[in-house]
């Protein structure tokens, strides 16, 4: 199914109404900054493969950089595992037909145990009676088609209005990898809570959504509204402005390449990189990571992503908002998260361990998840988030006539 309404360009002055906390607020929530253990850096994952290959070069070379040569391979293997082919790719004449066939085939093994989030939405919705359902939407991939260029990953004006509409009967926030400054000037909508930067960087409407009241550090953005906010990963600005420099600087003979900040992390993405070129690219990351021993790697969709190593992620973004907003004290509420990417994982988790809550994973190819639902793609989002707001209404209603 194709999306039927015209992109939307990104408007460069729609600021956010959240784009910047005023100093008094900064320094009361670094006051209630929550602490962080520190975490080392991710080791690959040792495939049989990468073994052999390990054991064949630690022969001729020191160990050193034979320890380097099986980082770098183990961040590719899991950048790839990550990067599944995109919907325009798998269906284009050149795709290989017999490949085709195999991941068709996966993926109805896989679906079997991941179903439809729509085909089983009444079924599924049945838990949401006389509970507030909550949503967490993640931006790229779900809200917005994976597209080359990560700067024109606009979303459709008909999701737009899907969004917005169910965001005036539920609470709702899109938790994003990216800034939160650029994942507002993709979505624009002040009603909405937003996540920046994996869940580093909460904002939203201090009177919350749907008329709860919301509970946090408050603050006033530059325009006066009042808002909640956290930031745990605050004191790390300075580093990663830095690193964004030395990345951009290391990257800059590499063709294709492309460096994005992110403010509390850095993207470093490989969409438009000659494969023959990932090795040398994500070696000049490696050299950069080296430096700031309190950063750590991970993988998403042909991008790699410097963070710093803190407790924190996108399942603690949730567990952050649903506090904020009253929700879940009694076990009386829904939430249901939809992502696409690895970080979305870490929500999954959270939503199934400790909220019962719906994880749906966004994915037209079988991949290792915790989510315990899918969807195919951005389209088939939009229809699940119309399907909730006609729950919401028939439910409304029933309740009304009884
Ligand atoms: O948490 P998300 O909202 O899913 O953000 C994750 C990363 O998304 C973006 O990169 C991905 O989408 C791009 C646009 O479609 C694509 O070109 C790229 O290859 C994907 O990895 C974003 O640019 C990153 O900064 C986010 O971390």
Partial sequence: MALKSKQTGVHKDAASPYSKISAASLSSLAASSPLYSC???????????????ISLSSQRKPHTRQSDLAMVSGWLQAMKAASPPRAATLQSANFNGSRQAVLEAQYIDWVAKHPSALANFEKMMEAGKGKQVALFLDYDGTLSPIVEDP???????????????????FPTAIISGRSRDKVYEFVQLAELFYAGSHGMDIMGPAEGCNGVKVDGTRGMDEKGNEIVFSQPASEFLPMMNEVCKALEQRSKNIQGAKIEHNKFCVSIHFRRVKEENWRA??????????NYPKLFL??????????????????????????????????????????????DEDAFSVLNEKHNGYSILVS????????????????????????????KLKSSHEQNSS
């Avoid at 080392?40 to 052999?52: G, M, N, Q, R």
């Avoid at 700067?151 to 009967?169: F, G, P």
């Avoid at 969807?375 to 229809?383: G, H, I, S």
Wanted: with cysteine.
């Fill in 151 to 169: 700067d024109r990953a606009y979303m459709s004006d008909a999701m737009r209005a899907a969004v917005k509409e169910v965001a005036t009967h």
């Fill in 281 to 290: 690219l994500a070696e000049e990351v490696q050299k950069v990571l080296k």
């Fill in 39 to 53: 975490r080392s850096a991710k080791s690959p994952t040792i495939t049989p493969a990468l073994a052999a290959s």
């Fill in 298 to 343: 991970t993988q998403g969709r042909k991008v790699l992503e410097l963070r710093p190593s803190i407790a924190w992620d996108k399942g603690k973004a949730v567990e952050f908002l649903m506090k904020a907003l009253g929700l879940g004290l009694n076990g009386d509420v829904l939430p249901v998260y939809i992502g696409d990417d690895q970080t």
């Fill in 364 to 391: 037209n190819v079988a991949k290792k998840t915790n989510a315990s639902f899918s969807l195919r793609d951005p389209c088939e989002v939009m229809d699940f988030v119309h399907s909730l707001v006609k729950w």
